[in-house]
């Protein structure tokens, strides 16, 4: 029989912003009704909900422009130095919600729509998410643009305007099946096409050496093809502030430069074929997450909004200093968000040599001071190479360029190192073999005057592992920034019970200052807040319950432990060992149905790249086991699990607050930082992790007796490795991961189908387990009984849960931005009135 769930409870309202621009409910009303009328072109008696979102997001255009062009107009005049953030992901979501957070008008909003008969929660579902990125590195740049306005930093961030995002994920048969991702087929109301500010993009071709009388040489790119680069300019709204920067993204077209005497004479097909290219570089974003394609039309995405964005800088630079480019590193820095926008450094190169006429050690000397360069991972397949001859055909120039970069490089290493080849071919922009790479990483490297990683362990990783040789010629070079998360979008926007407790307990400047929440550690064992505080979190719960139903039909308890896995699918993030654990916590229900053990919910989202075999057939295989489990009287409810399809930012706010146990168990050194770990420690989830990427530093703030530690560290990691791990020893030596795994062989999950999850056994044996599964499995499993243990005891979790959400101030994104101005921008705030 199922339990029938309460019908969810309405968040309580939260009480009204002191900062709150002075707009009335009424004038709100007004404002919806009248956009009804002249944006949407209908009105309040046939509107449909999709209208009246649109409505209210042009009501809450009408505050911002005006801010938008005060903020820009301010850092023209005030000539600010300005950090220019090049990353090919911005993962934004939904901007509803937290642009009315921002303006401090979600109250009265969501009461002028409630007068007008509609919930501002149900309007707001019927934004599509702005999916422009893959997972953290792409949420990251979106978490670090709200930062960088809320503070009043002068900053642009410069992506892709992809005409469709991250793929859509349905389940079909338990497996993943991609649908395009149209996120503005029907329109975005928060864009703005600026066609004034179009670009040319040159590309293919060849280089001309020209000869001139003085005995000089001079360079000129003759190229094969031009496509436009047309900014499309999204407003970032800061928090309580009155700064509101842009993200402009690039949308690719065919330009005036199309062929058309080749189209008059007949070659329609080449004239076509242009415009295709020209089209097609802005169409999709890549679903490869932390994996190299290699793919011809990925470099030429990756310069189309390189030489877009840097042309636009030019431009504005030009406007306040001219032809004097003295001043351009002192103006100007230039974030890399990863290897993805490396070609930027050699476009700057060219632009100035070739465009500007500066001469090449004035070039490099402006070049190296401008760019600073993030690393977010260690993965062999995530470093970026790209085959020399690919460059040569798309980027003949900026090949040249490479290798002068290269060769002045190198003497550099034989300065230090004389006569050691070895140390140069390691070293060198170029890897030779049968196939000639160029190392973007290393490229990076030499062009920044920073190079910084994302969490303290991973930094130390960079210098000792990754960069060894760079980090002893230019120690200086190399920092540590921890990443952080927005308050605004992670707790405050998405999490409104906890929200509104916390507030009236310790006062609502906690969302632009994190830190101030350490004013709750004294309500920790305070049965009253903790009653308080365990209400909101069974309030999510039950909200959840319902959108567990709604998209998969399972029903599930909230009186369960609902422990969630949400991360792209990766071996190393160890989506498996999860799974492996929950056949065992069956296998032993089944032994034992009267084993001391609360009821667990098991959450997983995921998306798999698409070509990536295996991460397809962990969804698959998680799918079949929630199938068997979920509908097996014998384990009475005790044990649930359950996928949930298309897992994305909108849904990951659902997920969050909801979270009893946060699952951050990646192969220690692994994960370079993580940021879900964050979050859900913010939202008073109780980490289940290794020690490794931030959750290192988390539980330096929280406490590791209010977390779930287990498995090898760092260091334990690589001696295994060296020792020659072999996963066959735990095989035969844990008859649990011996069962378990043999189980993957029969049809137990999947009737008349025996071995259809046995790639995931092969992979962990004669894969040789990579990363450790088998390795880590005891001790996961020990670090979940004690979690189930301590869970029965609600006053101890209370007390834990909340201490996790005093001591995560350390992990607001205000935090990262300013840890960036400090080390590696020198940003001065700059008011606007
Ligand atoms: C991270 C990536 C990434 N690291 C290549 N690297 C991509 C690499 O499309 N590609 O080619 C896309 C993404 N993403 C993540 O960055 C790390 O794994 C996380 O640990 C980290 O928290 C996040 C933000 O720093």
Known sequence: TKKTTTAKKAAPAPAAEGFALDVSVEQFKESIVRNLNTTLGTDAEKASDKAWWGATAAAVNELVFSRLSQTQKTHLNKDTRAVHYLSLEFLMGRLMGNNLQSLGLFENAAQALKELGHEITDLAEEEPDMALGNGGLGRLAACFIDSLASLNYPAIGYGIHYEHGLFRQTIQQGRQIERPDSWREYGNPWEICRPESTQEVPLFGYVETVFENDGSLRKVW???????????????????????????????????????DAFNAGAYKDAQGEQNLAETVSKVLYPNDETEAGKQLRLVQQYFFCACSLKDIMRRYKRAHGDDFSKYAEQIVIQLNDTHPTVAIPELMRVFMDEEGLNWEDAWAICQQSFAYTNHTLLPEALEKWPVYLFERVLPRHLEIIYEINRRFLDEVEAQWPGDDAKKIKLSLIEEGAQRMIRMGN????????????????????????????????????????????????????????????????????????????????YADKAAFQKKYMQAKRENKLELVNTIRELTGVEVSPDAIFDVLIKRLHEYKRQHLNLLHILALYRRLLENPNMDFHPMVFLFGAKAAPGYKLAKEIIFAINKVADRINNDPRIKDKLKVVFLPNYRVSLAEKLIPAADLSEQISTAGYEASGTGNMKMALNGALTMGTMDGANIEIAEEAGEENMFIFGLSVDEVKETKAKGYNPWDYYYGNPEIKAVLDWLDTDYFTPGEPGALSAIKRSLLDGGDPYLVLADFESYSEAHKRANEMYKDQKAWAKSAILNTAQMGKFTSDRSIEDYVDRIWSLKKCDVK
Request: aromatic share 12%.
């Open 222 to 260: 003759h190229p094969g093809s031009v496509i436009k680069g047309v900014p499309w300019d999204i407003p970032i709204v800061g928090y309580k502030g009155t700064t509101v920067n842009i993200l402009r993204l690039w949308e690719s077209r065919a330009s005036e430069f199309f062929d058309w």
């Open 443 to 522: 490229l990076c490297v030499v062009g920044s005057y920073k190079v910084n990683g994302v969490a303290a362990v991973h930094s130390e990783l960079v210098k000792a592992d990754l960069f060894p040789e760079f980090y002893e010629m230019w120690p200086e070079k190399f920092v540590n920034v921890t990443n952080g998360v927005t308050p605004r979008r992670w707790l405050k926007a998405c999490n409104p019970r906890l929200s509104s407790l916390i507030s009236d307990t310790i006062g609502s400047d906690w969302p632009g200052q994190l830190d101030k929440l350490v004013a709750l550690k004294p």
